[in-house]
C-alpha cells in the first residue's frame, strides 16, 4: 500500500478518514479528488475551511455558531425571548427553523451527558443557560433532545435544575412520526403514542 | 436556512459538498464538525492537505501520483519493466498491488475515453504510453479499465494504436467473482463466464 501511495496523499487520506462518516475507502477517493482539483478549487476549499474556524464562534447569548457577536435568532426582536427551547447541537436549530412554526430563541448545549464518553455536565452549555434564565424573563424551556438515553438524561438533568427556578419546562412530544406505518412502528414508539394519546 | 446557519459555515458546507460523495446533509455534519475541531486537528488536516497539492504529482514514467520524480513501482529494478497494466486511475495500482501478483509495472491514464463528458483521447496520458513503449522495450501491454461502456472503448481504442506498433495487448479476463453466486449473477457476466471457459 505504501509503496503504491506516495505519502502526503496517504497523510490526506488518514485526514480525511478522521471526520465523521468517512470511511479510509472514502477518504482515498476524496484525497485523489482533490490531487484533481484545479488552483482556484483548492484554494476556494482552504479559504473556507480557514474562514469558518476563524470567524465563527458561539453566539454570547444562545451558543448557536455565529460570525456576529450575537446571532441573528438572538438579536431579533420578533422572537419571543420567553421561551428557549434547548437543543444538542446547531444542526438541531436548523430542524425547527425549517418547520417555521417555532418564534421563539434557542440554546445549544453543544452535546449531550454521556459520562461514558467522559460528557460530564460541566463540559456542555449548562452555566450558560442558567445564566440566561437567571438574567432575563424566561416562561419556559423546551427540552428538545433527541429521544436516546443520553438525550433523556440531559433533559432530566436539565429539568431538575430549572424547576426549583420555577420555571416551566417542557419536553418535545413522542408518538407516532407523521406518514408513518403503524405496523413498523417500534414498540417503544407505539407505547409512548398510546400513553400521550388525545381526545379528538 | 441562511438566518440560522452563519455564513461561513455554509460557505464551508458548500465546498464540502463539491467533494465526490458527500451531500448537503453530511456537508453542513463535516463543516459541523470542523467547528469543533481542536487548532491542532485543523492544522494537520490543512497541512495534509496544502502538503499532498504541493508535493504530489505524476511520475515522469507511469503518470502515477507520487512525490518523488519517478514512483517507488517504476524505480524498483525488481519489477518487469516489460509488462505495463494500463489503468484508469492510481487507485486502481492500489487495487493490485493488493492481490501481491502482478509484478510487472503500470500506466495510469487519468480517466477514460468519454465524449459525452468531453473527455476525448487527447485528454488522457496517452501519448506518455506511447512514448513509453516507443522508447523502451514492452513486451505486453495490459487493460486493466473497467469493464464499462467507457473502459471498453478505451480499452479498445489502445489495442488498435498499440497491436500496429506490435505490441502484445490484453484485456483482463471476466466472469464469475470468486465468491460469487451463480444466482445472482447478471445475464452479462455469466455469458461472458461462458464464453471464456476453461477446460480443466
Do not use: W
Not at 482515498?28 to 490531487?35: D, F, I
Not at 440566561?132 to 436539565?158: D, H, K, W
Not at 412530544?173 to 403503524?182: K, R
Request: proline content about 4%; aromatic content about 6%; charged content about 25%.
Amino acid at each position: 500500500m505504501a509503496e503504491a501511495n506516495a505519502l502526503p496523499l496517504v497523510v490526506l487520506s488518514e485526514q480525511f478518514a478522521k471526520l465523521p462518516g468517512i470511511g479510509m475507502k472514502s477518504a482515498q477517493r476524496l484525497a485523489y479528488h482533490v490531487m484533481g482539483m484545479s488552483d482556484e478549487d483548492a484554494n476556494a476549499f482552504i479559504s473556507a475551511f480557514s474562514a469558518a474556524r476563524k470567524k465563527v464562534h458561539a453566539c454570547r447569548v444562545c451558543q448557536n455558531f455565529t460570525d456576529r457577536e450575537i446571532c441573528p435568532i438572538c438579536s431579533d426582536v420578533r422572537r419571543d425571548h420567553t421561551v428557549i427551547c434547548v437543543v444538542e447541537s446547531p444542526k438541531d436549530i436548523t430542524a425547527f427553523e425549517r418547520t417555521k412554526e417555532y418564534h421563539g430563541v434557542y440554546h445549544v448545549l453543544h452535546g449531550l451527558i454521556s459520562p461514558i464518553d467522559g460528557v460530564t455536565p460541566d463540559k456542555l452549555r449548562i452555566k450558560e443557560l442558567l445564566y440566561r434564565v437567571n438574567n432575563s424573563e424566561v416562561s419556559e424551556v423546551i427540552m428538545a433532545t433527541n429521544p436516546t438515553v443520553e438525550g433523556e438524561a440531559t433533559a432530566m438533568y436539565l429539568s431538575k435544575l430549572l424547576k426549583p427556578l420555577g420555571i416551566k419546562t417542557t419536553r418535545l412530544a413522542f408518538g407516532l412520526p407523521i406518514g408513518g406505518i403503524l405496523e413498523y412502528a417500534d414498540e417503544v414508539t407505539l407505547y409512548k403514542a398510546l400513553e400521550n394519546r388525545n381526545e379528538i
